[in-house]
């Protein structure tokens, strides 16, 4: 058993109880147990991501404990709120900057995106609970330990984050192939959160439709798209030097 998972029916549906931070919970597959339905209920009902998982998966998430047909993977960062990002960047006396990542399930995108925004001054980063890849070992490792003082926010719902953000004054700005504005003519100056979506899918649709701009990166040659990580470095430091 690793030191972030939970394995157990009891131990679970205590951790649920309790208000635990569950990256994810793994239910034994094709189990009509009563008791697995009910924790597997429990889960979805607080946001808990929920995923089916064969035997040999869980023996192994389980180290060899007695699982029980059910692991949970706990968070061992310590993430903060969206408000904790907004504090910081009035903290310092400078417009909010934030990076949100909508869909990065690659744990080595969102590292590079941790390493970046960083480097480049952004106040916090915004990722969802439900379909992306949370701050793990690989995310910390390829993040060259950014993802140790980088604030990363973990909400439910992007599309709430971001009537939230606009509420406070701050402009939504999506990255999107298709966008009528270019990055380098796009105003990105003020308080200004960045949307990043997946390289494979880009953002959902409906994160889509809450920003207030879509900018494309100029693109030329044979290359249709860029790494998810490499689009939002151009974002962020285009944000970097238009302050």
Aim: glycine share 12%; with cysteine; aromatic share 4%.
């Amino acid at each position: 058993m690793s030191e972030n998972s939970i394995i157990g029916r009891n131990p679970v549906l205590e951790a649920i109880k309790a208000g635990r931070t569950i990256d994810k919970l793994y239910i034994r597959q094709g189990s009509p147990e009563p008791m697995l339905t009910k924790i597997a209920g429990m889960a979805r009902r607080a946001g808990i991501p929920v995923a089916e998982a064969d035997r040999r998966r869980l023996d192994t998430l389980a180290g060899g404990g007695n699982h029980q047909g059910v692991v949970a993977i706990t968070s061992l960062y310590g993430y903060v709120s969206v408000e904790d990002i907004l504090a910081k960047a009035e903290a310092a006396g400078e417009a909010p900057f934030l990076v949100l990542c909508d869909r990065i399930c690659d744990p080595h995108n969102l590292g590079a995106i941790l390493r970046t925004a960083s480097a480049a001054g952004a106040h916090g980063v915004v990722i969802s609970k439900h379909d992306g890849v949370g701050v793990n070992a690989t995310v910390d490792k390829v993040s060259a330990g950014a993802a140790s003082f980088m604030p990363v926010a973990r909400v439910g719902s992007l599309p709430a984050v971001i009537e939230k953000l606009k509420e406070n004054g701050i402009w939504v700005t999506g990255a999107d192939g298709a966008g009528d504005q270019s990055l380098f003519e796009a105003d990105l100056t003020g308080p200004v959160a960045i949307v990043v979506g997946s390289e494979g899918e880009g953002m959902s649709r409906l994160v889509r439709e809450k920003c207030d701009f879509l900018v494309r990166i100029p693109m030329r040659g044979q290359t249709e798209s860029l790494n998810a990580s490499v689009a939002a470095a151009l974002f962020m430091y285009e944000v970097m030097r238009r302050r």
